[in-house]
C-alpha cells in the first residue's frame, strides 16, 4: 500500500464546475499536507499546503483535511480551463531524522469550455 | 526571482551509457532535492541536500546513481550505467528553510529516455 493514495483520473468537468480532488494516506505520522499543481512537461508547483484538520481557503481554492479519516481534498470552484492540469497531493514523512517528502501519483483535471 | 533551473531539459540514450543531469537551485535556498517521476506517478525522492551535506539518500539506487552538491549552491545527479527503468523525469526542487520541505520549488525538469 502507498503511502499517499490519488485516483488518477482523468476527471472532465465543465467550466464553472466545482472540482473535489481526494487523496488518503495511511501513516499517522504525516502532520502537514500540500497540494500541488502540475502542467504538462513542467515541474510542479506549489498550491496550498496546511497544517491542521480543518478548511483552509485561497482564493478559488479550498483544502480540507480530515484527520480522523486520513482523508484531504482540494476543491476547485468555478473551474476554468487553465486549472487544466495534474494535482499532486503530498505530505513529509518524518523519517531517519528528516523529512521525505512523499507524493501521491496525482490526479488529471481537465476542465472544458 | 528567478527559479530552480536545471539543464538539459532533453536527454536521449542507450542502455549502459552514462548520463549526468545539473541543477541551480534558488538563490538562498539551503535545502536541494532531486526526484524522479516516471510517467503517470508522483515525483519520488532520490536525495536530499542541507548545504554540503546529504540529509537522506535512503531511496537511491547507489550501485548506478550518484548526486554532489559543491559549495553548498549548484547539484549534479549521474546515472552510470542506465537502465531502460531509469526512463523518467528527474526534477530538481529547493527549499528556503532547512528541512522545510512542504515549501519547495521545482525546476522544469529533464527528461530521460534510455532506449
Known amino acids: 500500500q502507498k503511502e499517499v493514495e490519488q485516483d488518477p483520473g482523468p476527471l472532465s468537468v465543465p467550466e464553472g464546475a466545482i472540482v473535489s480532488l481526494n487523496c488518503t494516506y495511511s501513516?499517522?505520522?504525516?502532520?502537514?499536507f500540500m497540494w500541488y499543481r502540475q502542467y504538462s512537461r513542467k515541474g510542479p508547483e506549489l498550491l496550498m499546503y496546511t497544517y491542521s484538520s480543518g478548511n483552509k481557503e485561497d482564493g478559488r481554492f479550498t483544502a480540507q483535511v480530515d484527520k480522523s479519516s486520513k482523508y484531504i481534498s482540494l476543491f476547485i470552484r468555478d473551474s476554468q480551463p487553465s486549472d487544466s492540469a495534474t494535482y499532486l497531493c503530498?505530505?513529509?514523512?518524518?523519517?531517519?531524522?528528516?523529512?521525505?517528502?512523499?507524493f501521491g501519483r496525482g490526479t488529471s483535471l481537465i476542465v472544458h469550455p | 526571482e528567478a527559479g530552480v533551473a536545471q539543464s538539459p531539459r532533453y536527454k536521449i540514450i542507450e542502455k549502459r551509457q552514462s548520463v549526468a543531469f545539473w541543477c541551480n537551485p534558488i538563490s538562498g535556498h539551503a535545502t536541494l532535492y532531486w526526484y524522479q517521476q516516471i510517467l503517470g506517478q508522483g515525483p519520488k525522492l532520490l536525495i536530499q541536500?542541507?548545504?554540503?551535506?546529504?540529509?537522506?539518500d535512503s531511496q537511491l539506487p547507489k550501485d548506478r546513481f550518484s548526486a554532489e552538491r559543491l559549495k553548498g549552491v549548484d547539484s549534479t545527479l549521474k546515472i552510470q550505467p542506465a537502465k531502460l527503468e531509469d526512463s523518467a523525469v528527474y526534477l530538481c526542487a529547493s527549499s528556503f528553510t532547512p528541512g522545510n520541505s512542504y515549501e519547495q520549488y521545482f525546476g522544469p525538469g529533464t527528461r530521460l529516455t534510455v532506449t
Open positions: 541536500f542541507q548545504n554540503n551535506g546529504v540529509v537522506d
Open positions: 503530498a505530505s513529509p514523512l518524518p523519517g531517519g531524522g528528516s523529512y521525505i517528502p512523499t
Open positions: 501513516n499517522s505520522a504525516f502532520q502537514y
